[in-house]
């Protein structure tokens, strides 16, 4: 009995050093946004879990599934429109970032590739 009483001790122990770590302060997510993950998948371990593992002008995206400490990129104000088109040619990307676009589009991802576009303006109408 005595014995388990060690081991539970000893498990709380380790819990309470622990939990600090994972359930304390929030991490400050840095400004700006990722660029699109779309490129070929590598089996590399994560380089890092959030934004405050990464140097000042880097943020913890996802790059070649699987996240790493990249440039982080500026994102205009708005959304994507949808797009309801099929795709019948390869696709092509025009964007990568919404700096590429000129004004205020953005870039965005559409049937065949990344396209600059006029950000959706509201709520479309249904029905």
């Known amino acids: 009995m005595r014995m388990q009483s060690l081991l539970l001790l000893g498990a709380l122990l380790v819990l309470g050093i622990q939990l600090p770590a994972a359930s304390g302060r929030r991490k400050k997510e840095k400004s700006g946004s990722c660029p699109p993950d779309d490129g070929p998948c590598l089996s590399v371990p994560d380089q890092c879990l959030n934004d405050s593992q990464c140097p000042t002008n880097r943020k913890c995206c996802s790059k070649a599934c699987f996240r790493q400490c990249i440039p982080k990129i500026s994102v205009r104000v708005g959304s994507c429109p949808k797009d309801r088109l099929q795709c019948h040619s390869p696709v092509q990307h025009l964007c990568n970032k919404d700096s590429d676009c000129k004004g205020s589009k ?22």
């Not at 953005?106 to 029905?127: E, F, H, V």
């Open 106 to 127: 953005k870039c965005c991802l559409t049937a065949c590739g990344r396209d600059c576009r006029n950000p959706a303006r509201g709520m479309a109408p249904t029905g």
